[in-house]
């Protein structure tokens, strides 16, 4: 077996880990990872859901700089983002932190016919949908239709548009109070027990 079919499967494990525990900036990493497993082993469809659903969470990504994940890894730039990450998350780290899920790949691997099976499984999807998706792929691995590719390359020096949070937002401003309050309640709370020693 292909190295990169053992770590498709492992890093799209902890990326649905790092999703349901709320860590999008995690989820995001082990999805670049899987997104160039998926490339490398030519899942183009698996490695463009990858590369749609970390540029849902964050438009400024790296990634959003290649039409598709299989330019990116021809790139330097990229490649050298990806050496950072593969130094972080090592294949024995992400075994490591997927036996700590109680998580036995083999046996969960049986289940599906093919990779690309078990891999759109792992992401939410199928292959039905990946294909509804990104199936009018041309020859140089470009999405075709521009519905279908909802984050394309920015052209020249452009990035896309990033609307940052105004501080005079109400939810701000509440929850400042409400660390203010908490505070206060825990400074209460010592006097309290230091007057009662």
């Not at 499967?9 to 349901?20: G, V």
């Not at 599906?112 to 891999?119: D, P, V």
């Not at 020249?156 to 939810?171: A, F």
């Amino acid at each position: 077996m292909a190295e990169s079919d053992e770590l498709l499967p492992l890093y799209l494990h902890l990326a649905r880990a790092s999703q349901r525990r709320n860590r999008p900036w995690v989820r995001d990493k082990l999805l670049v990872l899987s997104g160039a497993a998926a490339a490398e082993r030519g899942l183009d469809m698996v490695a463009s859901f990858c590369r749609r659903t970390i540029l849902a969470n964050n438009p400024r990504h790296i990634v959003g700089h290649y039409p598709t994940m299989a330019l990116a890894l021809e790139d330097e730039r990229f490649q050298r983002h990806l050496a950072q990450l593969r130094r972080r998350y090592t294949r024995e780290r992400a075994e490591h932190m997927l036996s700590s899920l109680g998580i036995n790949l083999a046996r969960e691997r049986e289940a599906y016919f093919t990779l690309h099976e078990y891999a759109a499984a792992l992401l939410g999807t199928t292959p039905a949908e990946l294909d509804a998706l990104f199936g009018d792929v041309d020859e140089a691995g470009d999405v075709t239709n521009p519905r279908l590719n909802p984050y394309p390359s920015p052209s020249g020096d452009e990035m896309p548009r990033y609307e940052p949070v105004r501080s005079g937002q109400p939810g701000l401003w509440i929850a400042l109070g409400l660390v203010a309050l908490l505070s206060l309640a825990a400074a209460w709370l010592g006097a309290a027990r230091w007057l009662a020693w």
